[in-house]
């Protein structure tokens, strides 16, 4: 696995760790320091099966979680974000992710329209607070039903959006 990361993030070393099979044991697999030229870094190594893997940078950040699978894998990590390509899992991931974005950004432009229409120098009609309540709410509830679906996939990705993403599902749709 191939990685880099923005040099501005000041990171010198990366522990690589993995969620064993019992998901209740972290395991460090390894710790490479990063090449303060380039930014990279090199992780080298057989896996058995695909599963849930950390990187985790010595400036206390949080750990970014990906699918650790057979096959080449790059890495990059910069200040607006990471990406990941090969393997299908970990595109299956970023396709979730890409997903999760494009429908919180909808809702984000959503209430800032609202905010627009409501602001105390404006007036907004009974039918168009509930025309985008109920835009909001099938925005959330489209949501809800991409996540439950790649939970329920019972696979290393479906556990990180289990990790990451369960508390956002509404009781509703559970």
């Known amino acids: 696995m191939e990685c880099n990361i923005d040099k501005?993030?000041?990171?010198d070393s990366v522990a690589l760790i993995v969620h064993e099979d019992s998901y209740d044991k972290l395991k460090l697999l390894s710790r490479v320091s990063v090449d303060s030229t380039t930014g990279a870094f090199i992780f080298d190594g057989q896996i058995e099966k695909p599963c849930v893997a950390m990187l985790k940078f010595d400036n206390d950040?949080?750990?970014f979680m990906f699918v650790l699978?057979?096959?080449e894998t790059?890495?990059?990590i910069a200040a607006s974000g990471v990406g990941i390509t090969g393997g299908e899992l970990n595109r299956d991931?970023?396709?979730?992710?890409?997903?999760r974005e494009a429908?919180?950004?909808?809702?984000?432009?959503?209430l800032k329209n609202y905010r627009q229409l409501a602001a105390p120098d404006s007036m907004i009609n009974i039918d168009?607070?509930?025309h985008m309540v109920m835009?909001?709410?099938?925005l959330a509830d489209s949501l809800d039903r991409v996540t439950v679906s790649y939970i329920n996939r019972a696979d290393a990705v479906g556990r990180i959006v289990f990790d990451r993403y369960v508390n956002t599902l509404s009781p509703r749709n559970l």
């Open 93 to 99: 991931y970023m396709s979730y992710l890409k997903h």
């Open 128 to 130: 168009n607070e509930r």
């Open 69 to 71: 699978e057979s096959g």
């Open 135 to 138: 835009q909001d709410s099938i």
């Open 8 to 11: 501005s993030l000041n990171v």
């Open 74 to 76: 790059l890495i990059n």
């Open 103 to 110: 429908i919180m950004d909808e809702r984000m432009e959503l």
């Open 61 to 63: 950040s949080n750990a």
